[in-house]
């Protein structure tokens, strides 16, 4: 199983990025797949959530700023962040739910 997240990198406050995750080497239609992020220093924490039927849920400190996104025909899971804030820094993953691959992730770094 590979995970590759793309997408991240400097952005000011108020600005906008979209994550992008591509999974091989699993039957990707099939799981619920997450989006997760790691400050340093902090526990890796759960950002979004979608579901093999395109249900999504989010964290509390996502505020209606983020929408995840799949495409199964890609094997893509994607994370729109808008309104981004410079304690939304952090390296994102992608995993599906329940596996124990995670990636490299992206780095996401907020600052004037």
């Known amino acids: 199983v590979q995970l590759q997240a793309s997408g991240g990198g400097l952005v000011q406050p108020g600005g906008s990025l979209r994550l992008s995750c591509a999974a091989t080497?699993?039957?990707?239609?099939?799981?619920?797949m997450d989006w997760y992020r790691q400050a340093p220093g902090t526990q890796r924490e759960l950002v979004a959530r979608?579901?093999?039927?395109?249900?999504?849920s989010y964290a509390d400190f996502v505020r209606g700023r983020f929408t995840i996104s799949r495409d199964n025909s890609r094997r893509r899971l994607y994370l729109q962040l808008s309104s981004l804030e410079p304690e939304d820094t952090a390296r994102y993953y992608c995993?599906?739910?329940?596996?124990?691959?995670w990636g490299r992730g992206t780095l996401v770094t907020v600052s004037s």
């Open positions: 995993n599906p739910r329940g596996r124990p691959e």
């Open positions: 080497g699993i039957n990707f239609s099939i799981f619920d």
């Open positions: 979608i579901t093999t039927g395109g249900s999504t």
